[in-house]
């Protein structure tokens, strides 16, 4: 059974690889030492010499103990020329900064007001915040945290910066309970009743910095105001298992999006949560991340551990063949491992790089005019 499932990943990815020159206008594949529980793009671009830009995005380590972990700042470099052929060996990659924390991480973020400040997520009970001017390129022994938040009692994965308000971040986790945190001053407020189980994602309101959305193995989506009391909007049974991932558009206030292990991303309007505005079907296995694209107000994607990253257009209405839900926009199928992050390029429309447990990161662009 694991061979003949082997077979067919190995399969699928000759046929993809082979109808990369028709399907995209970039493909960049790198493999890293070890794999990456986290991935997102800085918003900087520099420009070099006249005739490429470059970028960096922030890495994670997960080496299963057998090594230190490290925050990792990598750095592309994208020729001018690098569109010319969807495969360019012209783009560059290398790690420019490597930081070794005392334990394993699960989610890394930097502070959208202050990108050098990075939050990191992990088994602990503690919120390690790192501030990358503040340690070496290329450390060789644990680093302390320049910060340390304190409120929870267990690890997880669950965080998220305020784009607000300048040093907040809100967390979930193992312990049931969400934390809400200024990096100054410590734990604002705590909600021990709002989940049963186990908070797997949380999501910060792009307009008003009071609001954030929570998903959790109990499978509800909950909408909390922190400047109101106990007045929790909830979604009992917002999908038919647990509920992995959430976010809030960036272009509409009251539009947020749930995926779950029922294999499905939904789409919610938080002013009527009787039921969802949309239900989307593609991915064949848990769907463990959901984002909105930062360019396009009816985009977002979804990744799984199906091995597939889906962009939907909730615009699109075109019949689809399969199982597929109509809205379907593309099917990034390069990946032969579980999809463990994604992260939409902010400085380049459709263009999206992508980490899997088989330790692959790639940097892939469609067509806009084609698709958009």
Not at 40 to 61: D, G, H, M, Y
Not at 171 to 180: A, F, L, N, Y
Not at 277 to 298: A, C, R, T
Request: charged share 25%; aromatic share 10%; hydrophobic share 35%.
């Amino acid at each position: 059974m694991i061979q003949s499932e082997s077979n067919l990943i190995d399969e699928e990815f000759k046929i993809w690889k082979k109808n990369v020159k028709y399907m995209y206008d970039l493909v960049f594949t790198q493999a890293l030492k070890w794999p990456s529980t986290s991935i997102q793009w800085f918003p900087e671009i520099e420009r070099e010499n006249n005739c490429a830009t470059k970028q960096r995005v922030l890495l994670s380590t997960f080496t299963s103990q057998m090594e230190t972990e490290n925050i990792l700042i990598g750095c592309f470099t994208f020729p001018d020329t690098a569109d010319d052929t969807p495969t360019s060996n012209a783009i560059k990659f290398s790690i420019t900064q490597s930081i070794p924390v005392k334990t394993e991480i699960n989610k890394s973020r930097y502070c959208p007001q202050a990108t050098n400040l990075i939050a990191l997520k992990t088994e602990e009970s503690e919120i390690l915040i790192y501030d990358t001017t503040k340690h070496s390129s290329f450390g060789e022994t644990e680093d302390e945290p320049d910060a340390c938040l304190s409120g929870h009692t267990a690890g997880g994965f669950a965080m998220d910066w305020n784009k607000n308000n300048f040093g907040q971040i809100v967390s979930g986790g193992q312990d049931r309970t969400i934390c809400v945190f200024d990096i100054n001053t410590g734990l604002i407020h705590s909600y021990n009743k709002t989940h049963s189980d186990i908070i797997n994602d949380i999501s910060y309101n792009a307009f008003n910095p009071n609001i954030f959305a929570s998903v959790s193995d109990d499978m509800k989506l909950c909408i909390t105001d922190i400047r109101k009391e106990n007045d929790v909007a909830t979604v009992t049974k917002a999908h038919q298992s647990s509920i992995e991932a959430v976010d809030f558009s960036p272009f509409r206030s009251e539009l947020v999006s749930t995926s779950g292990s029922d294999n499905v991303v939904k789409i919610w309007d938080t002013r009527y949560l009787d039921s969802p505005l949309f239900i989307l079907e593609g991915h064949q296995n848990d769907v463990m991340q959901v984002k909105w694209s930062p360019h396009y107000e009816s985009v977002l994607a979804s990744s799984s551990k199906d091995r597939r990253v889906i962009m939907w257009d909730l615009n699109k209405n075109t019949q689809v063949s399969g199982d597929s839900s109509n809205e379907t926009l593309f099917v990034h199928g390069g990946h032969t491992n579980t999809v463990s992050d994604f992260d939409w390029n902010p400085a380049e429309p459709i263009e999206i790089a992508s980490v899997d447990d088989s330790n692959f990161l790639h940097v892939w662009k469609i067509p806009i005019e084609e698709y958009v």
